[in-house]
């Protein structure tokens, strides 16, 4: 295996994983960036994400692009409920209420999983997680192939979605001033329960790619969580195109210091990484300073 | 005083400096200039240091359970007593003086019976933990419950189990949990231990240690077991068999392999016991069956970053260039990592003839099933630890051509092994492994002791432990009999089985 084989090998791999950083972290810090929630059971909604997956194509025989946007819509509505029950009465209360709710939230959400589904690792085994694909000395199975082109689909799709229709026009009204968006006539509350959709939605993509790929367990949101939040500084608060590239980056940076350095660095790497970006950059690495608001 | 400092802002401190004539204790307030706290506190820590008073507790015979007295009296009273009559100044009340430092010193009387009693109540309480009053009623509820169930049948014995029931180990644990079950069934059946029934009490730990702790904490002081089995992983097994130690109750291993935990043990004095061969012995024969009887000269190691993973690592390591063979990459990964590409990647371009993976059922699954998808070609040995049919069933095809140190396998020609393995399939339906067989060995190694001990208290069983030696095991050769050593190892010959067409095919010992 020659070095430039090895190097595309790595970075192949880090686009995989950075395709699903980047969904999940587009959904958090779309909710920060409207709502100024942060919602830590986003992972959670990921996990239960990719167990709904496994129960359409192991349970009911459904195609693997079939379960993905049943998946989704699924995990929408209960976004839409997680919204309307636990973050929508608390959200002219002091911001750290949100954060324990959300803790509260996912450990709730989590233990469900563990109840329903069980402690034992399980896999959505897919005909295209079997077939082997290789190119220029890189390895995949066609199925760790289509992630990052669903990931960059669902990123396109989002994109037109907040750019191109009515809904997305009064998303962005919220995000700028919630207050003068509610008196031209946008229903906040309608907006919210947009926003939980949307981003649950996207984690519940991720989670089904990933469990098409990795093994699942009701436990693995957690970790997944811290990442995206990572990811989430790096690209800018509330900024969803800097989260998508810093997801991507995350993903590769860390594929390549495993491979180049040792796998022990790996996450070591990624937090350092965030203080130097909160100490040089605060406003993220595709940030804009914004200037203070007079009032 | 208190006013006076409180209007002043000035710093002060109240230290004690004796007891009045009536045996009440004194305080003795020093007070500095503004913002010289730092002076007032070295001052009254220096006088603290220098006085015996703050250990001493008042004599108050007034108010207070009779009881509480009379206890007082044998702890501690008497000192205090002596001290009030032989040595005390004899403190007037509100006395002030100039020290020469510059320093009022003033003298106030500051407690009255009230708080003197709370301060001894408080005294008592550290001294006779039990003698709380909340206590004690649950204690003499707990005495008239336990009379109430002993004029019925007797008491069962309970012994205590902790093991990772949830969380990344949950597989294996729910497999050690079966054996447990089937010789809890088979002992009860043949009419319990020392004339009672055995009862379990479970704990999970999540494979967190301090978790693992609180188990162990729990099941003694509250549950009141005699022994403890528990638990899988060695990381938690550490912390959990330190408070086993401490409390002076046996432990028998519930999968735990790490050397390092036995090594815990005061030779000589073990309390926690291991009834199968621990990870050095695993990890060296694993070393040897690599290059010996696989001819492996190129090694890898991926392993778990844990107590378990790291002694294994580190014996195989030593064993297989000791025996020729060379390490060219050794990558740690954390338990719950489900994304192995980039570590296999990187074997894949040092091209190893073998790769040793020291870890757990779910990642060791993971490993195999990318390694396949990345077309690495390699002879993949697992440890003790990756013995599941699970982890066959989670790679699928890829783990065909495994090899996987074994203690116990269906197929064992280890006669009473074998019929385990029989009783085992008709009871759950699936086949008996390694983790069923040890667990089973587990709690029928503690029933034998208890048998031979003819007593629950925790020495005697301790002692009846130590001194197994016509136990035969499950596991192991035929004729494995489990002798524990003075750390509370055990040995026997280990096995090696290959994937075959999806099955383990245990290779005959050699």
Redesign the interface.
């Known amino acids: ?1 020659s ?1 430039l ?2 190097f595309l ?2 970075a192949v ?1 880090g686009v ?2 950075g395709g699903v950083y980047a969904l999940v972290a587009l959904g958090l810090t779309l909710i920060f960036g409207v709502l100024g929630i942060i919602n830590f059971a986003h992972g959670e909604f990921y996990m239960l994400g990719a167990y709904l997956g496994l129960v359409l194509v192991m349970r009911l025989g459904a195609p693997f692009f079939v379960a993905l946007p049943l998946a989704m819509a699924g995990m929408a509505l209960g976004g839409i409920v997680a919204e309307r029950l636990v973050f929508r009465r608390l959200r002219r209360t002091d911001p750290t209420q949100s954060i324990l709710s959300a803790f509260g939230l996912a450990i709730a959400l989590q233990t469900a999983a ?1 109840q329903i589904f ?4 399980a ?1 959505i085994r897919t005909a295209f997680g079997a077939t ?1 694909v ?1 190119f220029a000395g890189v ?3 066609l199925q ?1 192939l289509l992630i990052p082109f669903l990931a960059a689909a669902l990123v396109l799709l989002f994109h037109l979605l907040v750019r191109r229709t009515w809904m997305g026009l009064s998303l962005r009204a919220v995000a700028q001033n919630p207050a003068t968006a509610s008196l031209m006539g946008i229903d906040v509350n309608a907006v919210a329960a947009a926003t939980f959709a949307i981003g649950t939605a996207l984690a519940a993509g991720a989670g089904v790619l ?1 469990g098409s790929v ?2 699942m ?1 009701p ?2 949101g957690s ?1 997944v969580v811290l990442k995206s939040f990572t990811v989430v500084i790096l690209g800018g608060m509330g900024n969803v195109y800097g989260a998508v590239g810093a997801g991507v980056l995350l993903g590769i940076t ?2 390549l210091t ?2 180049f350095l ?3 660095f ?2 070591i790497l990624a937090f350092l990484v965030v203080v130097l970006v909160l100490l040089l950059r605060p406003a993220g690495l595709f940030g804009q300073q914004v200037e203070r608001q007079s009032l | 005083m208190l006013r006076g400092t409180n209007h002043t802002g000035l710093p002060a401190i109240s230290v004690p400096c004796g007891f009045t004539a009536t045996g009440l204790p004194a305080g003795l307030q020093l007070i500095s200039r503004a913002c010289d706290e730092a002076t007032v506190l070295s001052a009254a820590h220096a006088y603290e240091v220098n006085t015996p008073w703050r250990q001493k507790i008042a004599p108050v015979e007034a108010g207070g359970p009779a009881r509480a007295d009379t206890e007082s009296t044998r702890d501690d009273g008497d000192t205090a007593r002596d001290h009030r009559s032989r040595s005390l100044p004899r403190i007037q009340e509100g006395q002030a003086m100039k020290h020469r430092s510059g320093w009022w010193i003033a003298l106030t009387r500051r407690q009255d019976v009230a708080i003197a009693n709370a301060a001894k109540q408080v005294n008592d309480r550290q001294l006779e933990p039990r003698r709380l009053p909340m206590r004690s009623v649950f204690a003499s509820l707990a005495m008239v419950l336990a009379l109430a169930t002993a004029a019925g049948a007797a008491e069962p014995v309970k012994i205590g189990v902790i093991l990772p029931f949830t969380g990344g180990s949950s597989i294996a644990s729910s497999e050690i949990w079966n054996g447990i079950t089937l010789a809890l069934e088979e002992a009860n059946g043949a009419g319990g231990v020392l004339g009672r029934k055995i009862e379990l009490v479970k704990e999970d730990d999540e494979s967190v240690p301090t978790k693992g702790v609180t188990a162990a904490q729990k099941l003694i002081t509250r549950d009141k077991v005699v022994a403890l089995l528990g638990t899988y992983n060695s990381a938690v097994a550490l912390p959990a068999s330190d408070v086993a130690r401490k409390a002076k109750i046996p432990m028998v291993t519930g999968g735990s392999t790490a050397v390092s935990v036995t090594k815990a043990n005061t030779p000589g004095d073990p309390w926690f016991f291991r009834h199968f061969p621990g990870s050095d012995a695993q990890g060296t024969q694993s070393a040897q069956d690599v290059v010996v009887r696989l001819k492996k000269k190129r090694l890898a190691v991926l392993y778990e970053n844990t107590a378990y993973g790291k002694d294994l690592e580190k014996t195989f390591r030593e064993v297989t260039t000791k025996a020729g063979a060379m390490i060219v990459s050794s990558e740690t990964y954390n338990h719950g990592d489900t994304d192995f590409y980039t570590p296999l990647t990187k074997l894949k371009s040092l091209a190893p003839d073998g790769v040793y993976i020291a870890g757990l059922i779910a990642e060791g699954a993971a490993i195999l099933r990318q390694a396949s998808e990345l077309g690495l070609k390699t002879q993949f040995i697992g440890s003790g630890g990756l013995m599941s049919d699970k982890l066959t069933e989670l790679a699928g095809p890829a783990a065909e051509g495994f090899a996987i140190s074994t203690m116990y396998e269906p197929s064992t020609n280890n006669a009473v092994g074998a019929e385990f393995g029989k009783r085992f399939a008709k009871r759950f339906g699936v086949a008996a492994n390694t983790h069923s067989a040890l667990g089973y060995d587990a709690l029928r190694v503690l029933v034998d002791a208890l048998q031979r001990a003819r007593s629950t208290e925790g020495l005697a069983i301790r002692n009846a432990l130590m001194a197994t030696k016509d136990f035969q095991a499950v596991q192991g050769p035929p004729g494995t009999k489990v002798v524990f050593d003075e750390i509370g190892g055990a040995h026997f010959k280990i096995g090696l089985s290959v994937v075959k067409d999806g099955k383990r095919v245990l290779l005959p010992y050699e």
């Open positions: 295996m070095s084989d090895y090998q790595l791999n995989v994983t563990l069980g402690p034992q690792p896999v082997p290789a390895h995949l199975t760790r990933m990795f093994l367990q436990t693995m970790m860390e594929s495993a491979g040792t796998n022990d790996k996450d």
